[in-house]
């Protein structure tokens, strides 16, 4: 066996090095991403929640839009519910949260204090909010009569 095929063979050896090694690299980065993604689809799943008390509940929109070339453009309108959350130190905080993410419940008794009951999963992100009112604080009056 010569000098040329002595360096020939080490260098398909090394070759074949490099590609195992590149591929064991691949194989555990795949598996590392896999339970990274295992793990925060856990944390989207964790669902936690914070009371807050509300005083003067009110409705608002914000209107907002972008526009682009040519004459093109949107707009979106999101509906809120504004009002003021106590701190912990007794003073009052302006707060709203969106009426689409909003489940009412009508389960408190007359006097009883309004809440907000924060959904947030396991990363901090909103996913929903009960607000929780005192019984007949929604009128549901609905006027059948046609106009004349």
């Known amino acids: 066996m010569d000098e040329m095929e002595k360096i020939g063979i080490i260098r398909a050896v090394v070759c074949i090095w490099i590609i195992a090694g590149c591929i064991t690299a691949i194989f555990l980065m795949g598996r590392s991403f896999l339970e990274a993604r295992k793990e925060y689809n856990?944390?989207?799943?964790e669902r936690h929640s914070e009371k807050i008390e509300l005083y003067s509940i009110e409705t608002a929109d914000k209107i907002s839009g972008k526009f682009y070339?040519?004459?093109?453009?949107?707009?979106?309108?999101?509906?809120?519910?504004?009002?003021?959350?106590?701190t912990d130190d007794g003073g009052m905080k302006y707060?709203?949260?969106?009426?689409?993410?909003?489940?009412?419940?009508?389960?408190?008794?007359e006097g009883d204090q309004a809440y907000v009951e924060v959904i947030t999963n396991?990363?901090?992100?909103?996913?929903?909010?009960?607000?929780?009112?005192?019984?007949?604080?929604?009128?549901?009056q609905i006027d059948l009569s046609a106009a004349k």
């Open 42 to 45: 856990k944390l989207l799943a």
């Open 69 to 86: 070339r040519m004459g093109r453009g949107t707009i979106n309108e999101i509906d809120y519910y504004c009002c003021y959350r106590k």
């Open 95 to 109: 707060y709203k949260f969106e009426m689409d993410m909003t489940t009412i419940y009508e389960s408190l008794k």
């Open 122 to 140: 396991g990363v901090k992100q909103v996913v929903g909010y009960k607000l929780y009112v005192p019984e007949n604080t929604i009128i549901q």
